[in-house]
């Protein structure tokens, strides 16, 4: 038998949940089976897999010790790499990362440690405030991502109540996210908020953007302002109300101004001559907005965080 106490990390989850992570080498089918059965207890009391779990709590598990080996809890990774952060803001439960475009925020088959995912991870590590050994069942997140090629600001999460408040601040739209892009041409009039209807195609990789609704299409609202032009393009501050993918890319082409260095929705044949590795877009402000009610971030409202300007690619 072994014992797992549940710790402050750990509490808010559903037992089965907890268990998928803190016991890996346990299949999900067994794993439901032994909480039916009683080989597996909260607190030496028949459990259900839907309890919630709280600081404090003993699991037992009278189940066989393989289930319990995990060889990729640390493969040494994390003390080997040698994190790369251009750090907006850090405090002891969340990190502003200015991500830089062509970086990956999670890994993928090609590239597993050279994610902005596993650089803060090694970070944390590194400076003590993270051991995956320890941690049964958490893991520092990302609360929000940007495109590989669209650079800005991304959070990170370093403990579980921080990553439960910034999920859920990004819910209820309690964070103001601002964007700079630069357009072909000068939209008119140099302020709006426009309304459109999205839909994706996964298989693709593609949105299409209409003005009026279609089958399988959702509501975007995309507001823009034109800070300045220059050379047949415009530097444009972009607000958005909803965040679906590719929006500001696809939004902007729809109403005939696509960004600079965009080969998805544009043409950029000619600008990739000019060095436009990337299409022209970084969000390059974010702002906490007054939450409902008081939380463990509730110190962060009304601060507004910026990447300094000279760290914008297409404005230097």
């Known amino acids: 038998m072994r014992i797992i106490t549940v710790g402050q990390n750990d509490a808010g989850q559903r037992l089965d949940k907890f268990l998928s992570k803190a016991v890996k080498g346990l299949p999900t089918s067994m794993m439901y089976k032994y909480i039916r059965t009683k080989k597996i207890k909260v607190n030496r009391k028949r459990a259900e897999q839907n309890q919630m779990l709280v600081c404090g709590d003993e699991i037992q598990l009278f189940i066989r010790e393989e289930f319990f080996d995990s060889p990729e809890k640390d493969d040494g990774a994390l003390t080997r790499i040698r994190p790369k952060l251009d750090i907006v803001y850090e405090d002891e439960n969340i990190m502003l990362l200015n991500k830089r475009p062509g970086v990956l925020v999670h890994e993928d088959t090609a590239a597993a440690e050279n994610t902005l995912i596993m650089h803060i991870k090694a970070y944390l590590c590194?400076?003590?405030?993270?051991?995956?050994?320890?941690?049964?069942?958490?893991?520092?997140?990302?609360?929000?991502?940007?495109?590989r090629n669209t650079g800005g600001i991304v959070i990170a999460a370093k403990n579980a109540e921080a990553l439960r408040v910034m999920n859920e601040k990004i819910r209820n739209n309690e964070l103001t996210k601002r964007y700079l892009c630069l357009v072909h041409g000068t939209p008119s009039p140099k302020k709006a908020m426009l309304r459109a209807f999205l839909r994706k195609d996964s298989a693709k990789n593609l949105v299409e953007v209409r003005d009026k609704e279609f089958k399988g299409s959702k509501e975007i609202i995309t507001g823009y302002t034109v800070l300045e032009s220059f050379n047949g393009t415009s530097l444009c501050e972009i607000e958005l109300v909803t965040g679906r993918t590719h929006q500001i890319r696809a939004h902007m082409a729809h109403i005939g101004h696509a960004l600079v260095g965009d080969g998805k929705y544009g043409v950029n044949r000619e600008e990739k001559k000019d060095g436009y590795k990337y299409q022209a877009l970084y969000a390059y402000s974010l702002t906490f907005e007054k939450a409902e009610k008081e939380n463990a971030l509730s110190y962060l409202e009304g601060k507004v965080f910026r990447v300094d300007r000279d760290k914008i690619w297409f404005l230097n």
Do not use: K, T, V, W
């Open 126 to 147: 590194q400076n003590g405030e993270y051991d995956p050994i320890q941690e049964q069942s958490f893991a520092p997140a990302l609360c929000n991502r940007i495109d």
